[in-house]
């Protein structure tokens, strides 16, 4: 997601004991992870003797990954590293809000215009856009899905509005 390291000011936003900004910052990202996927999981069940619960591999999982972002984490203290890059915020921001658009509209307006609207909102993630084959792919995609699947995996997805629906 970075670019170059930022050379617009030679202060950083992090303490003077970190010497690795980048895997500092990444380290303690895998941390929240791990411990929102910890939290998510703390109502599945556990182990019990043999056999695993459902919330087993997750724990294990949340584990493993908060152990090594705290080794990360303590890259960034003890090792030198680059500075913090610059973050393009423009690519991740359009494509979440085009994932979040996409859940919240797929009962309310149905599959090919939650695909479609989606879709257009993910395109906005660049500026070299180009409007019209953008359309065009987005109402092919539309048209895919709509046919993949509610026929082809028979999945139960709405393909009306629900306006429209009798």
Request: a positive charge; proline letters at 8%; hydrophobic letters at 55%.
């Amino acid at each position: 997601m970075g670019v170059e390291p930022s050379e617009a000011s030679g202060r950083s936003l992090w303490p003077r004991w970190v010497r690795g900004p980048q895997e500092f910052a990444g380290g303690l990202t895998l941390m929240a992870i791990a411990l929102l996927a910890l939290w998510a999981a703390r109502d599945l069940s556990s182990m019990r003797g043999f056999s695993p619960g459902a919330g087993t591999v997750p724990r294990l999982t949340a584990g493993v990954l908060l152990a090594l972002g705290a080794v990360v984490t303590a890259l960034g203290v003890f090792v030198k590293g680059p500075r913090s890059a610059r973050s393009a915020w423009r690519g991740p921001l359009f494509v979440g809000l085009a994932i979040l658009a996409f859940a919240v509209s797929i009962q309310p307006l149905g599959l090919p215009l939650a695909a479609f609207l989606s879709f257009m909102i993910a395109a906005l993630a660049t500026k070299e856009t180009r409007w019209g084959q953008t359309t065009l792919a987005g109402l092919c995609l539309a048209g895919v899905c709509s046919l993949l699947f509610p026929f082809v995996l028979r999945l139960p997805l709405p393909l009306l509005p629900r306006f429209l629906m009798p």
